[in-house]
């Protein structure tokens, strides 16, 4: 007979397979896990700052890109104010200008503009050198010309020629020019001018580059880092038909010069002093052509081209150039050799006014 196996079962605890921790071994347990949570918060922190960096430098960019466009803007508007006050008047304005700098651009923007006084003569004026200009009179009825510049007036006068006539003169059209020709009772029969426009750029640091904007003639173009330059507000052209149905072009030119400079802080006071409003051209103008040339960048004046001939590619199009009135191409259709306005027949009326402004500590 098998005897019964019993069990025995120790109730005391086995300190041989679980040795008691001395203190200084548990003290190194708390240490190790305070730096374990340490790192995983600096870990943890570190990856949100790096996921957030690129957030946080677009913000800035729109934030210093909102400042940018709003200084143009109150810049714009002031300029107005000041352009249409009186010769030696003027307004003081205050800018923050801190991520912002604003430098001059000297004669950025050449605009020429020629036109016909009376409706019996086509005259054709060339500028062949500095001090050589050349007059065609399809009538021959030219006589004398004055040239006016900012250093006074010259007044020139000649026979009549059925071949080109060249006229020699001492003026210089470097800043502006405006040529009158008159027949032999001192009659108007033709006027033409160029004026080579100032403006103002804004310089803004972004996290890529440099975002710059430019006001040139009541004109703002725009260039973001890697981007062309992009014009988003052209100059102030304008046709309007009157109530008696006949047409009227407006150009209102605007002259802008920084004298010296303005500095960058949070609080820089300027003065925007009126040189005085001039009108170049006033009243009926018959075979109009004018051209503009901005120097800034290459792509700005083929922008202008396409603004301007817009509605005359549409019609051209569709085949209603015979009813349509704006502007149009002088020669060519690119608008190489200039514009014009086609009303057919009905009588068109110029209107080319100049703001001149200021702008000083």
């Not at 548990?26 to 374990?36: C, I």
Request: with cysteine; glycine share 8%.
């Amino acid at each position: 007979m098998v005897p019964n196996i019993v069990w025995h079962v120790n109730t005391e605890a086995c300190f041989v397979l679980r040795p008691s921790l001395r203190r200084n071994e548990r003290a190194v347990s708390e240490v190790l896990g305070v730096v374990m949570l340490l790192a995983m918060v600096i870990t943890i922190m570190g990856g949100v700052w790096i996921f957030l960096t690129p957030y946080l430098s677009d913000f800035e960019d729109n934030t210093n890109w909102n400042s940018a466009v709003g200084i143009s803007e109150r810049f714009q508007d002031r300029i107005d104010v000041a352009g249409a006050s009186p010769e030696g008047t003027g307004i003081r304005h205050t800018l923050a200008l801190q991520a912002t700098y604003i430098r001059p651009i000297d004669k950025v923007e050449t605009w020429t503009i020629a036109a016909d006084i009376v409706p019996n003569e086509v005259v054709t004026l060339r500028h062949h050198n500095l001090t050589t200009l050349g007059l065609d009179a399809q009538n021959e009825t030219a006589r004398s010309v004055t040239i006016e510049t900012p250093m006074g007036i010259e007044s020139i006068s000649f026979s009549a020629s059925h071949d080109e006539i060249m006229v020699q003169h001492n003026s210089s059209r470097e800043h502006w020019m405006v040529i009158t020709v008159y027949d032999e009772a001192q009659t108007p029969l033709h006027r033409s001018l160029s004026y080579a426009l100032s403006g103002i750029q804004i310089t803004t640091s972004l996290g890529q580059g440099e975002h710059e904007l430019a006001l040139m003639n009541n004109a703002r173009v725009e260039h973001f880092p890697n981007e062309p330059w992009r014009v988003t507000s052209y100059p102030n052209v304008g046709l309007d038909q009157l109530v008696d149905g006949e047409y009227r072009l407006s150009m209102l030119l605007s002259d802008v010069t920084i004298n010296g400079s303005l500095g960058t802080g949070n609080n820089i006071g300027m003065n925007m002093l009126s040189l005085g409003p001039i009108t170049l051209f006033t009243g009926q103008a018959y075979n109009l052509k004018f051209t503009v040339l901005n120097e800034l960048n290459d792509v700005i004046t083929p922008q202008y081209h396409e603004h301007w001939l817009d509605e005359y590619n549409l019609n051209r199009a569709s085949g209603t150039l015979d009813t349509f009135v704006g502007y149009g191409p002088f020669e060519r259709a690119s608008g190489a050799d200039g514009f014009t306005v086609d009303t057919h027949g009905i009588p068109l009326y110029l209107e080319v006014d100049v703001q001149r402004v200021e702008v000083s500590r």
